[in-house]
């Protein structure tokens, strides 16, 4: 079945520890977005690449970055995460096609930071 | 500025009918989109509309009315599994979608 596969599910790191999530799709779509959910909350974009280009939200801070080697996968780094970046991390995908632009979302990789 | 507005919360009975309420401003409208968001898991997508008026899948239906900004998540038979948060977001000419921070419904036996 064609889908979008996050890992790990669950990453514990240490305050100041880099991190690295990542992200899988095999429905070959053009656009992989990052999105930063907390309790309650919406969910907040941080990123999008549509094929190579890179789109970064202005509010998204320097301490993530973010990489898209090629087109099926896609990683969120985060250089030194604090206490404040705990979240769920949700990676999507869509096709960008002239008649709709769905978006369809890895089951998500939960963030401790200690 | 670019805005939802939904409802926080919502108790229904299951075996009921509940109507989920979202209204929208975004620059420039691109569809209206309903996703179902279990506790602790990714949303699903539930539904899309782009053109005015009700589309219905099953137990689910979602209306759009362009024109107010408004649209709505219909469900019907409830069951004890609906339970869940229901998110909405909308489109704006960027492609980007403005989502709304989630409706939680509650069912209740």
């Known amino acids: 079945d064609a889908m979008v596969i996050q890992n790990p599910r669950y990453q514990v790191t240490q305050f100041g520890k880099p991190v690295t999530l990542s992200c899988s799709q095999t429905?070959?779509?053009?656009?992989m977005y990052w999105y930063q959910q907390k309790s309650s909350q919406a969910p907040k974009l941080l990123f999008h690449?549509?094929?190579?280009?890179?789109?970064n939200e202005a509010d998204t801070p320097d301490n993530f970055q973010s990489r898209r080697p090629n087109t099926s996968f896609c990683f969120l780094d985060i250089r030194s995460p604090g206490l404040g970046d705990a979240a769920m991390y949700l990676c999507?995908?869509?096709?960008?096609?002239?008649?709709?632009?769905?978006?369809?979302f890895g089951p998500g990789t939960r963030l401790t930071v200690l | 500025g670019q805005n939802i507005d939904q409802p926080t919360e919502m108790t229904a009975t299951e075996g009921a009918i509940v109507q989920i309420n979202c209204t929208y401003q975004?620059?420039?409208?691109?569809?209206l989109f309903w996703y179902q968001q279990h506790a602790g898991e990714a949303p699903t997508f539930l539904s899309y509309?782009?053109l005015d008026g009700l589309e219905e899948k099953g137990r689910f239906s979602s209306f759009l009315s362009r024109s107010k900004g408004y649209s709505y998540l219909l469900l019907k038979e409830l069951q004890m599994k609906d339970s869940a948060s229901y998110l909405c977001?909308?489109?704006?000419?960027?492609?980007?979608?403005?989502w709304g921070a989630g409706t939680k419904l509650i069912i209740k036996p």
């Open positions: 690449y549509y094929d190579k280009d890179f789109n």
């Open positions: 999507a995908t869509s096709p960008r096609t002239s008649d709709t632009d769905t978006q369809y």
């Open positions: 977001a909308a489109m704006d000419s960027n492609y980007q979608l403005i």
């Open positions: 975004t620059s420039g409208f691109n569809g």
């Open positions: 429905l070959n779509h053009n656009v």
């Open positions: 509309n782009v």
